[in-house]
C-alpha cells in the first residue's frame, strides 16, 4: 500500500456559468499535494534509490461543498483526539508492563 503524506493544500477560484439562467457561481479547484516514497533501479539494475514521488489530487467544490468538507474534517480531528487519549492511555499501560518485566528475577 502507498503511503501518501499531504505536504500542501492549494486552490484557484474561478467562476462556473449556469447556462439555463445566464448566471455566474463561484467555484474552487481544490488541489492536495502529497508525496510518498518511490524506489528506483539503477541504469545497471543492481542497486535501488529512495525518491520523494510528489502527487496532487484535484477536485472542482462551490462554497456549501468546502463547508462540508471542513465540517468532515473537523470531524475528522475530534476522533483523531479521541484516538490520541488512547494511545496515550495503551502507552502508559505498555510502559508499566515493560517496566515490570525488567523488574522481575529472572528464574534460570
Do not use: W
Amino acid at each position: 500500500m502507498k503511503s501518501n503524506n499531504l505536504i500542501s493544500v492549494r486552490s484557484n477560484c474561478n467562476f462556473a456559468l449556469n447556462y439555463e439562467t445566464g448566471k455566474l457561481h463561484p467555484q474552487t479547484e481544490v488541489i492536495l499535494i502529497t508525496t510518498s516514497p518511490k524506489y528506483v533501479l539503477d541504469k545497471k539494475g543492481s542497486k535501488f534509490s529512495k525518491e520523494m514521488d510528489i502527487t496532487e489530487y484535484r477536485f472542482l467544490s462551490s462554497l456549501e461543498g468546502i463547508n462540508t468538507l471542513i465540517g468532515e474534517l473537523q470531524l475528522v480531528v475530534k476522533n483523531m483526539n479521541a484516538f490520541e487519549q488512547t494511545a496515550a492511555s495503551f502507552n502508559v499501560i505498555i510502559e508499566a508492563s515493560k517496566n515490570a518485566q525488567s523488574s522481575e528475577p529472572k528464574v534460570e
